[in-house]
């Protein structure tokens, strides 16, 4: 089943890679983190070329919430009595800076791509939580409140407000950012050696590399392939749903999200347990 995203844009087909070249970067993954990289560098002037397995945006980018922003839930509290305060700061302030470079991006190159900013919630029964997260969140440096009224009917105590998010087409935005670029779709990268990429059609000589992918899929280091598993999530799209103020995330095992753009609204839940894993007797 396709996605909104991809059921409302078509992207350009790109070709396969069929000879040897010689670039100063490579980027491994066609997906938004790769398209997004190869336009910073070949606007700073840097020869760079894009290696995509299967299509470019045709992985989590496709299949995303679209949701730009720096709130992931109730994670302030507990990440700044982990990681203490210096380092939780630079990570939200990386992660509104990137909202902000969003913004950035597609205001000077007028990308149509449905850009709207709101902002988002994550709300609950716990009122202590709330309480925490917030003060946190304040802590951190992040523009947030306290709201106890929402305007969705859900079973909770409030919600902590992150103001100054947004959200948009993911794939109308990679669409006109590949605009340019130097891209080989259907290219499998077999292997990489210092700087040498073997794909399924031609050798890449890269200065640099980039792994782009949803996975590093180098067996070392990291040994990554061993933590593999699947995980499940359900989403409901309806048309013509009334308009949502906003973008709504649940805390706990209810972790539904709830959001709108351009006449659909969605609604996503996680599996239970938290993590969705098929297989597992309590999964759903």
Same mark, same amino acid.
């Not at 299949?63 to 109730?74: E, L």
């Not at 061993?226 to 749903?241: C, D, K, P, T």
């Given at each position: 089943?396709?996605?909104?995203?991809?059921?409302?844009?078509? =992207?350009? #087909?790109?070709?396969?890679?069929?000879?040897?070249?010689?670039?100063?970067?490579?980027?491994?993954?066609?997906?938004?983190?790769?398209?997004?990289?190869?336009?910073?560098?070949?606007?700073?002037?840097?020869?760079?070329?894009?290696? %995509?397995?299967?299509?470019?945006?045709?992985?989590?980018?496709?299949?995303?919430?679209?949701?730009?922003?720096?709130?992931?839930?109730?994670?302030?509290?507990?990440?700044?009595?982990? #990681?203490?305060?210096?380092?939780?700061?630079?990570?939200?302030?990386?992660?509104?800076?990137?909202?902000? %470079?969003?913004?950035?991006?597609?205001?000077?190159?007028?990308?149509?791509?449905?850009?709207?900013?709101? &902002?988002?919630?994550?709300?609950?029964?716990?009122?202590?939580?709330?309480?925490?997260?917030?003060?946190?969140?304040?802590?951190?440096?992040?523009?947030?409140?306290?709201?106890?009224?929402?305007?969705?009917?859900?079973?909770?105590?409030?919600?902590?407000?992150?103001?100054?998010?947004?959200?948009?087409?993911?794939?109308?935005?990679?669409?006109? @950012?590949?605009?340019? @670029?130097?891209?080989?779709? &259907?290219?499998?990268?077999?292997?990489?050696?210092?700087?040498?990429?073997?794909?399924?059609?031609?050798?890449?000589?890269?200065?640099?590399?980039?792994?782009?992918?949803?996975?590093?899929? =180098?067996?070392?280091?990291?040994?990554?392939?061993?933590?593999?598993?699947?995980?499940?999530?359900?989403? @409901?799209?309806?048309?013509?749903?009334?308009?949502?103020?906003?973008?709504?995330?649940? &805390?706990?095992?209810? #972790?539904?999200?709830?959001?709108?753009?351009?006449?659909?609204?969605?609604?996503?839940?996680?599996?239970?347990?938290?993590?969705?894993?098929?297989? #597992?007797?309590?999964?759903?």
């Amino acid at each position: 089943m396709e996605s909104i995203w991809s059921q409302t844009c078509e =992207l350009t #087909k790109r070709p396969a890679l069929s000879k040897d070249i010689e670039v100063d970067v490579a980027v491994i993954g066609g997906g938004m983190a790769g398209i997004l990289t190869a336009w910073q560098l070949e606007r700073a002037g840097v020869r760079t070329v894009v290696l %995509e397995a299967d299509k470019i945006g045709g992985g989590q980018t496709k299949n995303t919430t679209a949701k730009i922003t720096s709130q992931h839930g109730m994670f302030c509290h507990t990440f700044l009595a982990k #990681k203490g305060e210096e380092t939780a700061r630079k990570y939200v302030q990386a992660n509104q800076q990137a909202v902000e %470079e969003y913004k950035r991006i597609i205001q000077e190159t007028k990308i149509d791509c449905n850009f709207e900013e709101t &902002d988002a919630f994550v709300y609950s029964k716990d009122e202590g939580k709330l309480m925490q997260e917030a003060e946190a969140a304040k802590r951190l440096g992040i523009d947030v409140s306290l709201e106890r009224h929402l305007e969705i009917p859900v079973d909770c105590t409030g919600a902590v407000r992150f103001f100054g998010q947004a959200q948009f087409h993911p794939l109308k935005f990679i669409c006109e @950012l590949a605009n340019g @670029l130097q891209i080989y779709e &259907d290219t499998v990268v077999t292997e990489v050696e210092d700087h040498l990429i073997r794909t399924s059609g031609g050798n890449v000589l890269a200065a640099q590399i980039v792994f782009a992918v949803h996975y590093p899929f =180098l067996k070392f280091p990291g040994m990554y392939f061993a933590r593999m598993h699947q995980e499940r999530s359900y989403v @409901l799209a309806l048309e013509g749903a009334g308009k949502i103020h906003g973008m709504y995330i649940g &805390d706990g095992e209810e #972790k539904v999200l709830l959001s709108a753009i351009w006449g659909l609204a969605s609604a996503w839940r996680r599996g239970t347990p938290d993590r969705g894993e098929p297989g #597992k007797a309590d999964a759903t």
